[in-house]
């Protein structure tokens, strides 16, 4: 007999990107040669998982008293202030708004954003294209998933396909909360400019008198944006303070290249003391009822990457590096993707890139055979360019385009 509840039976018991690149490896390990653009992670031109030297070295110098004990529920006080610091570096009124709480990675943001935003059985709204875990974080809390269409006639963020997605939520659960992943979408890639966010904030504004109205953005890539200033959409923003709940969900994952310390905050914008001071209650109580607390060596790590001025300019200066090689690939994808006619959005800068495809799944099965792994989705295939030497990049594209 199963015990399982039967809402939970029949679940994939692996995810089916981590499937992917299990597989990948396991055929390049048996000699084929491989071209593996299904993990989420910036490797170098050798294959091997790009590391920043400075954050590896904060992880090794953080004392063992410091790894041992319990961390306070809500996370390090001093870490907490550090990322929003890093957060809001050019928006001095959003950071003394902001309140916070540490997360195991940006995933646990999100997940605290739809504990804590949506009541059990309401939807979270999100574009057409959107990362996968959105979805199981919804069904794992009782929450559904709504989206609207990404992308208009012109390639642009679709904000009146939005506005009209905000009004259903609204008329049907009387609250909405929307999750916007920018800059460097995953998967699209896609960054939004300026006007697309002013767009973006209207709508928010003109809904925000009939109900709780919030947006989280979904910052994981922002450290990757091909803006040299990756926080100047945050000005944008600066009309919904006070009137829509304004989220972030912050990740050192990606930003510091260490994927396992699982270290992340969620970060809110509060004008108002007491809904500050209950926003602040509700996230650690999340914390406690969930994962308890985060890892205090990995808090200690980042908040020193984060506020020791020479360690933070090493890093920054590594971090160049890298955005300098995958900026190569991206100028080498385009090059390639637009000589063979591949459909996909504006592509700057990110680890990720979609090419929109009407047979998903049977064309990654015949990529597969070339050698050639991508991560198929509805309408589109997702590719992780951050792990793709520059040199395959034209055999990933010949591959997406004859298959």
Known sequence: MLHVIPSHQGRPSDDPIFALNKEATARRARGESIVNASV??????EGRLAILPTAARAV???????????????????????????????????????????????????????????????????????????????????????????????????????????????????????????????????????????????????????????????????????????????????????????????????????????VGAIVACVADDKARAATDAAFSYSCRGTWSNCTRGGMRAITRLLTDPEMAKAADAERAELKALLAARVEAWNRAAKERGLVYPRYEGGFFVTVFVDDAQERAARMKEKGVFVVPSKGCLRVALCSVAEKDVPRLVDAIASS
């Not at 989420?40 to 031109?45: I, Q, S, T, V, Y």
């Not at 659960?173 to 300026?194: E, I, W």
């Open 40 to 45: 989420g992670a910036l490797l170098d031109d």
């Open 60 to 262: 090794r110098e953080v004392p063992q008293e410091e790894w041992a004990p319990y961390a306070p529920i809500a996370g390090a006080p001093d870490f907490l202030s550090a990322v929003a610091d890093d957060l809001f570096a050019t928006e001095p009124e959003m950071r003394g708004f902001a309140v916070a709480a540490a997360t195991p990675g940006g995933t646990g943001a999100l997940r605290h954003a739809i504990a804590n935003y949506l009541e059990p059985g309401q939807s979270l709204l999100t574009t057409s294209y959107f990362w996968g875990p959105y979805q199981t974080l919804c069904d794992e809390s009782d929450r559904k998933l709504a989206t609207f269409s990404m992308f208009d006639a012109e390639g642009k963020l679709d904000a009146a396909a939005l506005d009209r997605a905000l009004a259903a939520q609204i008329k049907e659960q009387k609250r909405a909360l929307l999750f916007l992943n920018d800059p460097c979408h995953n998967p699209t890639g896609y960054s939004m400019r300026k006007d697309e966010w002013r767009a973006v904030v209207e709508r928010l504004l003109s809904h925000a008198s009939a109900a709780p109205v919030t947006l989280l953005v979904d910052t994981a890539y922002f450290a990757y944006a091909a803006n040299p200033n990756p926080r100047a959409f945050l000005e944008e923003l600066r009309p919904l303070l006070g009137k829509v709940g304004l989220a972030f969900a912050w990740s050192a994952s990606k930003t510091f290249t260490h994927y396992g310390l699982r």
